[in-house]
C-alpha cells in the first residue's frame, strides 16, 4: 500500500520561503520514478486548489505543469533515489495559507488537475503565511 507523508510545513512570513517534502513508502523498489506526483493545497472556506504536478515522461525526463497563477513562486522537484517529491516556495502570500496535500498516480498523463485523477494521498501539512 502506497502512503506518502508531507512534511516541512510550518510558520512563516510574507515574503518567506518553504519546502514542503513528500515521502513515498510502499512502493516496489526502483519504480517511485513512474508515479507522477501532483501538489494540491486547501485554504479554510475554500475547495480544493491545484498547484502542480511531475509527470514521467520517460527515462529521466518529467513534465512538470503548475497552476497558471503560482509559476515562477512555486518549483516542484524530486529524489527517486529517496522516493520523496518537494514544492519550493517562494515569495510567500498571505494568501498561500491553507493545508498542502501531495498526491500521487502511476498514469503518464499530464492534463490531471483534479483530485479524483489521483489515486494516493499524504494526510496533509499547514502552511502559514503571516502578513
Known amino acids: 500500500q502506497v502512503q506518502l507523508v508531507e512534511s516541512g510545513g510550518g510558520l512563516v512570513q510574507a515574503g518567506g520561503s518553504l519546502r514542503l517534502s513528500c515521502a513515498a513508502s510502499?512502493?516496489?523498489?526502483?519504480?517511485?520514478?513512474?508515479?507522477?506526483v501532483g501538489w494540491f493545497r486547501q485554504a479554510p472556506g475554500k475547495e480544493r486548489e491545484f498547484v502542480g504536478r511531475s509527470t514521467w515522461a520517460g527515462s529521466n525526463v518529467y513534465y512538470v505543469d503548475y497552476a497558471d497563477s503560482l509559476k515562477g513562486r512555486f518549483t516542484m522537484s524530486r529524489d527517486n533515489a529517496k522516493n520523496a517529491a518537494y514544492l519550493e516556495m517562494n515569495s510567500l502570500k498571505p494568501e498561500d495559507t491553507g493545508v498542502y496535500y501531495c498526491?500521487?498516480?502511476?498514469?503518464?498523463?499530464?492534463?490531471?488537475?483534479?483530485?479524483?485523477?489521483?489515486?494516493?494521498w499524504g494526510q496533509g501539512i499547514q502552511v502559514t503565511v503571516s502578513s
Open positions: 510502499g512502493i516496489t523498489f526502483n519504480t517511485f520514478r513512474e508515479y507522477a
Open positions: 498526491a500521487a498516480d502511476r498514469t503518464h498523463s499530464r492534463a490531471r488537475s483534479r483530485g479524483d485523477d489521483y489515486d494516493y
